[in-house]
C-alpha cells in the first residue's frame, strides 16, 4: 500500500527526461526528444519523450507511461517495485512496507514461507560444500572443472550429502512444516513407508533464483553413479520451468545495456561464461525455450546469441528455437562449437578469448545457421541433392525481409555450386510470390515498421466512421489537459464513448477530477494500472489541436449522433431476433437490410 503522496513526490523529483536518458540516447526535436525505442527494434526513431506532460510514448510498438511505467518496462519490475526503486533513488524514506494492516492470504504465507525455506537450505548446502569432509569429492569436482572458490562463493554452489535426512532433519529443526516442504520441491515424500527424505541427495547443488533475486528452486548434479545425472525442482508455488531463466536476475542490467542476451542450454554454461566475462548469458531450466522465455527476455534485448551445444540435440534445439525469437521479434545469431563440444568444455580447454570472439562476436546469421543446419539432410555428393538443397535453401533466403541480405546469400549460393545468379533470384521471386511476401507480407509477426504500425488498427471494437473516433480521441485530449471540458463532457456524454478503451479513460478522468486533483497527465497515468490504458492515455496526450468551443460542440454532436445510431441498431437487432424466433423469416430479412444501411450511416458519422 504506497502512500499517493509517496508517488506524487516520486514523480516530482524524477524529470523523465533525466530517466530515460540513462537508457536512450535522445536529441531533441522542438518542445520532443525523440530516440531509437528501447523496446522494439528500429532504424528510425518513433520513440518520444514529452518533459511538458512528463511521458513518453513510441509510434512504433505503441509503448507509453510515465517515469514509473519506463522504468517497469525497461527492469521488468512491477509498480511497487519500481516506485521503490524511484523513491530510493530520491532519498524518499521507504515506510510503507508496515503500512499494509491486510491479513496475508493463505497463499502468500505459503510463498513467504517457501522463501524463507529456500534461503535457509542455500545457506546449509553452501556451508556444507565449503566446510564439510564429506563434501571433499564435490570441492574436487568442482575444482577440476575450473570452479575455483570464488566462482564457487560468487554463484552460491553447495552439496547435498549422501544421507537422506540431512536437509530433512535441519527443516524439522527449525520448525517447518515437512508436507509444505515436500509441496515446495525440497523433500520427496517416502515410497516405502511414511515420512520424507531430503530430494538432492549427493549432489552438487546450484540455486536458481526469480527475477528479484530470490531463491526458488535448486538444480544437481549427481557425483556418484545413477540416474538422472541432473536433477532440477519440481514445479512448484515458487518455481516455473516455463517461465525462469537461469541467472536473469543478474544478467538483466548487462543484457539491457548491450541489448543482446547469451542464450545457454545449462548452469554451468552460463556460469564458465561469466567467467570468460560474458555477464548477459542466462539459460533455460531443463526446458525447451518457451514464448513466455521470449517475452520475458524482449524486454531487454533486441538481440538473442543462441550458444547451444555442438552436438545434434544441441543443434536441433537451436534450429527450433530461431522461428520462436523470430516470431518475437528478436534478431538471432547462432554459434556452432566444433566437434560436439558444448560452451563449458571449449572455454575449458581453449580459454576464455577465443571463445568469446569466435562463438559471441563471431555468431553467425540466424539465416546462415540454417543454410548449414538444412546441409544434414541433403546429400550433396549427388546431382539430385544438390538440386534439392538448392531449392529448399532459395525458399529460407525467399522469406528474408531485407532484399540487399537476400541478394548476397543467393550470391553466395549460386558462387558455390557454379549456379546462375539471375536463376536463384528468380526461383526466391517466385516462392515471395506464392507465398505472398510482397510489401505487406514482408513484415514479420512481432517485429515492428513503423509506418504500418501507425495504421494498424488493434482495436476490438466495432468499426466506427473516422471522425467519430477522431472526436473521441480529441476530446479526452482535452479533458486530460482541462478540468472544466472533462466536467462538461461528463454532463454532456457521461458513459457514452462507444470505444471500450476511451469509456474507461473518460471513467478514470471522471473520478481523477472528483476527488480533487488538478490536470497532470503524468500522476493520471499512475492510477491507471493498466498497460493498455495506460498506452492509450500516452498517445492521446500527445494529439496537439488548439482548443476552440466550436470544435468542442462539434466533437460532442459526433459522438452524441453516433451513440444515438449504436442504439437505434441495437434496438433492430433485437427486433430481427423476435421475428426470427417467430419464423417470420421475411420480416428479419427486411430488418437486417435496415440494420445494414444503418451501420453504413454509422460508419460515414
Known amino acids: 500500500m504506497i502512500p499517493q503522496t509517496v508517488i506524487d513526490e516520486v514523480l516530482r523529483r524524477h524529470e523523465i527526461s533525466d530517466t530515460v536518458g540513462k537508457y536512450v540516447h535522445l536529441t531533441k526535436n522542438g518542445k520532443y526528444l ?24 513510441c509510434y512504433g510498438c505503441g509503448k507509453g507511461g510515465n517515469v514509473i511505467k519506463f522504468v517497469m518496462e525497461m527492469e521488468g519490475e512491477t509498480f511497487p517495485e519500481a516506485v521503490k526503486a524511484l523513491a530510493e533513488e530520491a532519498g524518499i524514506p521507504i515506510t510503507w512496507t508496515t503500512a499494509n494492516t491486510e491479513e496475508p492470504s493463505a497463499f502468500q504465507k505459503e510463498k513467504q514461507t517457501l522463501h524463507e525455506a529456500h534461503d535457509y537450505s542455500l545457506k546449509l548446502y553452501h556451508y556444507l560444500l565449503k566446510n564439510m569432509e564429506v563434501a571433499k569429492l564435490a570441492r574436487e569436482y568442482l575444482h577440476s572443472r575450473g570452479f575455483n572458490d570464488a566462482l564457487i562463493e560468487h554463484f552460491g554452489i553447495g552439496y547435498a550429502p549422501a544421507r537422506w535426512d540431512t536437509l530433512t532433519q535441519a527443516l524439522e529443526r527449525k520448525g517447518y512444516s515437512l508436507a509444505e516442504m515436500e509441496a515446495g520441491g525440497l523433500l520427496s515424500r517416502r515410497q516405502d513407508a511414511e515420512g520424507y527424505v531430503d530430494r538432492f541427495r549427493d549432489r552438487v547443488i546450484f540455486p536458481i533464483h526469480d527475477t528479484s533475486g530470490n531463491t526458488i528452486a535448486f538444480a544437481g548434479r549427481l557425483m556418484s553413479d545413477g540416474q538422472p545425472k541432473y536433477l532440477n525442482s519440481p514445479e512448484t508455488p515458487l518455481f516455473n520451468k516455463s517461465r525462469t531463466l537461469y541467472r536473469l536476475h543478474e544478467a538483466r542490467p548487462a543484457i539491457r545495456r548491450a541489448r543482446q542476451v547469451v542464450l545457454f542450454e545449462g548452469y554451468v554454461d552460463v556460469i564458465k561464461a561469466w567467467s570468460a566475462g560474458i ?9 525447451a525455450l518457451t514464448g513466455e522465455h521470449a517475452a520475458m527476455l524482449k524486454r531487454f534485448a533486441d538481440e538473442v546469441i543462441l550458444c547451444y551445444d555442438g552436438d545434434d540435440a544441441g543443434q ?13 521479434g528478436f534478431r538471432v545469431r547462432v554459434s556452432i562449437l566444433p566437434n560436439r563440444m558444448d560452451p563449458d568444455e571449449y572455454i575449458s580447454s581453449y580459454g576464455p578469448e577465443p571463445f568469446v570472439r569466435e562463438f559471441i562476436d563471431g555468431a553467425v546469421s540466424a539465416v546462415k545457421f540454417q543454410l548449414i543446419y538444412l546441409r544434414k539432410s541433403h546429400i550433396l555428393l549427388e546431382e539430385d541433392g544438390k538440386i534439392r538443397y538448392l531449392r529448399d535453401a532459395v525458399r529460407i533466403v525467399a522469406r528474408k525481409d531485407s532484399p540487399t541480405e537476400r541478394e548476397l546469400l543467393l550470391k553466395e ?27 505487406v507480407g514482408d513484415i514479420p509477426a512481432g517485429s515492428w515498421n513503423n509506418v504500418w504500425n501507425e495504421n494498424r488498427s488493434t482495436s476490438k471494437n466495432p468499426p466506427l466512421g473516422a471522425a467519430n473516433v477522431n472526436a473521441e480521441r480529441q476530446l479526452l485530449s482535452w479533458m486530460m489537459q482541462d478540468k472544466e471540458t472533462a466536467l ?12 471500450e478503451d476511451h469509456a474507461a479513460l473518460a471513467a478514470y478522468l471522471y473520478a481523477y477530477y472528483a476527488q480533487g486533483n488538478d490536470p497532470d497527465i503524468g500522476r493520471f497515468v499512475t492510477v491507471l494500472q493498466d498497460d493498455r490504458l495506460e498506452r492509450s492515455a500516452s498517445a492521446i496526450a500527445l494529439i496537439e489541436v488548439p482548443y476552440g468551443e466550436k470544435e468542442l460542440e462539434d466533437f460532442l454532436r459526433t459522438i452524441e449522433r453516433a451513440s444515438e445510431s449504436k442504439g437505434s441498431i441495437e434496438q433492430k437487432y433485437e427486433e430481427m431476433r423476435r421475428a426470427d424466433r417467430a419464423g417470420d423469416k421475411l420480416q428479419a430479412a427486411q430488418i437486417l437490410k435496415e440494420i445494414l444501411s444503418l451501420e453504413k450511416q454509422r460508419k460515414q458519422l
Open 34 to 57: 525523440k530516440g531509437l525505442c528501447p523496446f522494439h527494434s528500429e532504424k528510425t526513431p518513433s520513440f518520444t519523450v514529452t518533459p511538458e506532460k512528463q511521458i513518453f510514448h
Open 279 to 287: 555477464h548477459n548469458g542466462v539459460a533455460t531450466m531443463g526446458t
Open 316 to 328: 536441433a534445439a537451436a534450429h527450433k528455437s530461431i522461428p520462436l525469437l523470430e516470431e518475437a
Open 413 to 439: 549460393l549460386a558462387q558455390e555450386f557454379g549456379v546462375s545468379l539471375d536463376t536463384l533470384k528468380q526461383e526466391s521471386l517466385e516462392f515471395r510470390q506464392q507465398e505472398k511476401l510482397g510489401n
Open 488 to 499: 462538461l463532457v461528463q454532463q454532456r456524454l457521461g458513459e457514452r464513448f462507444l470505444i
